[in-house]
């Protein structure tokens, strides 16, 4: 295993961990919240980080490749998860989230069959922002309303997570479409 893809393992490690602290809160308020934040930046640092590492240290494979979109979706779905579970995220935005991203999956091991590794695209990887920045926003709303701060702004931070996730699913669905269309290209050869 090369050096990109411990750092890229580490998201399959702290994933869970944010979901047993963000579900299952067993420190007090403030201690939660600062384990809940440091994770959630180590999981999005970690994902800028791997690429780089690859790159720098020459080591960029297909299964890196195939290995750190699989990191990141599991890292992000698991708080995704987490937000849906609180009420924060609808369910349908999850669900078609969780579709795209399966989807993709399932035509990168179409692909995997033909020794055929489809790497991110610049939809996917704009799409990862976004959905970052809707989870950053939504562990802001989660902080304000369980710790009881600057509770005269959370209608506006209420509504701004909820564009960004509109704003999420359809980029999500946008670059399902120019994955797709990838695909299409990758197998007419």
Request: glycine share 6%; charged share 15%.
């Amino acid at each position: 295993m090369t050096k990109a893809d411990k750092v890229t393992m580490s998201r399959l490690f702290l994933a869970p961990v944010f979901f047993f602290l963000y579900i299952y809160p067993i420190l007090p308020t403030l201690a939660t919240m600062i384990l809940l934040w440091i994770l959630f930046a180590a999981i999005e640092i970690s994902d800028l980080v791997d690429g780089r590492v690859a790159r720098s240290s020459n080591e960029v494979s297909s299964f890196g490749k195939l290995f750190d979109p699989f990191a990141d979706v599991l890292a992000r779905i698991t708080y995704f998860v987490c937000f849906a579970a609180e009420g924060i995220m609808p369910l349908w935005i999850l669900l078609i989230i969780l579709y795209r991203e399966f989807s993709i999956q399932f035509l990168r091991n179409l692909l995997s069959l033909k020794s055929i590794a489809m790497g991110a695209r610049p939809g996917g990887k704009l799409k990862a922002g976004l959905y970052m920045v809707s989870g950053l926003l939504s562990l802001a709303y989660v902080s304000v309303t369980r710790m009881q701060l600057g509770l005269s702004f959370l209608p506006a931070l209420h509504i701004l997570v909820q564009v960004s996730y509109g704003l999420a699913v359809l980029l999500s669905v946008v670059s399902f479409l120019d994955y797709l269309n990838q695909y299409n290209k990758l197998t007419a050869k």
